[in-house]
């Protein structure tokens, strides 16, 4: 039994270009899960208020949420190779340039907004590519598991950022500055992991329209596909919620639990080890008809472990309560990328994986209001109030899965992933030339 789970759940590590963009993957979303409890905690000692980290924040949010749909058109255009290998290149450089200004402690909270919102613009454009990418490295059957290892592989390096940045950041002689330094060092490997990789050409010039065209093409794909439209539409909701209670940790734990701030790195471990132990079980969900009941059932567990934080006596209790968060938020974007990818036609993957995008950038720019609100409110009402709105969440969404499948009834109630994986290859022989040539 243990052989077959572990055939099926990691079939598509049997392609060697997608374990070595899966290990480079792993180096770099380890420096991007430590950008986030870092900036969290520097925009914190900076300032000193839940306003500061949202501020910061709203720098990469804006930046993703006007150009996350272009870095998508882009991303289906040009080859995304390249522009992985430009995104993760920028992010090197302003880790080091961050670094260097907090060594040297001149960095400022304005100087810090603008250098992430520089690293936004990086985002959107790599982001798409990146996700885009995986399905030119398998065969087409792989892909709804190779989307879900690469969801693994980033629940991996949320497991070891948060210890990592916690450690780095305590320690004296490395601090804030170092930390950065070393993130640097960490996308720099990410990089050169990449350029091993092959480059898969893009459009060409007389195939393509205008930018415009494009992008209102890949909307116009969303909406003719109501299970698309659907995911999408959770999606965005619970990444908002879901990452929302960061902005408000380091106060939480300095005002109500009497910890030091650095300690979120402990909180984001215990969070991140749930999640990715659930996850690795929910891998096999993947193609079945549990996909959607699981999804309701992560979005609920990731409302009540906001109840549970926000009630938390001590430090402890804080702790477990990211074990509901943590496989909430985690394994429901696991899933939901696979069903998002699997129910998306292969010309249009750089651009629907452009508006998961969205939801990232949404988040940071609602961090800021959020981060006010817990100013004048208090961090464990705020925290309430996402526990209630997520649960609104589940309630919608129910309400819009049963709506589906009164008008499709037979694409639902059958297998809706299984059905999503069987057109993709059929997809894939209309489109000669999709796979990967060697640059």
Known sequence: MFGRWFSTTFAAMAEPNFRILWVGSLFATLAFMMMFVTQSVVAFELAGTNSAVGIVSLGVGVTMLILGPFGGVTADRVSKRKLIILGQGSAVVLFAVIGVLLVSDVLTLLMLILLTAALGLGFAFMGPARHAYVADLVEPRALPNAVALSQLGHGGGQILAPVLAG?????????????????????????????????????????????????????????????????????????????????????????????????????????????????????????????????????????????????????????????????????????????????????????????????????????????????????????????????????LGLMGYAGMRRRLPVEVASDLMAVAVREVPMMAKQKPGRRPTPS
Request: hydrophobic share 60%.
């Open 167 to 395: 450690v780095l950041l305590s320690t004296a002689a490395i601090g804030s500055g170092g930390t950065y330094l070393m993130m640097a060092v960490l996308v720099f490997i990410g990089v050169a992991s990449i350029g091993m990789l092959p480059s898969t050409p893009g459009r060409a010039a007389s195939e393509r329209g205008s930018v415009l065209h494009d992008l209102r093409a890949g909307v116009n794909h969303v909406r003719s596909r109501p299970t698309l439209r659907l995911i999408l539409l959770l999606f965005v909701a619970v990444i908002v919620l879901g990452s929302l209670f960061r902005v408000v940790l380091p106060a939480l734990l300095e005002r109500h639990l009497d910890r030091d701030p650095t300690d979120i790195g402990l909180m984001f471990s215990i969070n991140a080890v749930a999640g990715f132990t659930v996850s690795l079980g929910m891998a096999g969900l993947v193609g079945t008809r549990w996909v959607w009941p699981a999804l309701f059932v992560l979005t609920f567990m990731l409302g009540v472990g906001y109840f549970a934080l926000a009630a938390a006596p001590s430090f402890g209790f804080a702790l477990l309560s990211m074990a509901l968060i943590g496989p909430g938020f985690s394994s429901f974007i696991l899933l939901s990328q696979t069903v998002i990818m699997a129910n998306t036609a292969p010309a249009f993957y750089g651009r629907v994986m452009s508006l998961t995008m969205l939801a990232f950038g949404l988040q940071s720019i609602v961090a800021l209001p959020f981060g006010m609100l817990a100013d004048e409110m208090g961090e464990r009402e705020v925290i309430v109030l996402l526990g209630i709105a997520t649960l609104g969440v589940v309630v």
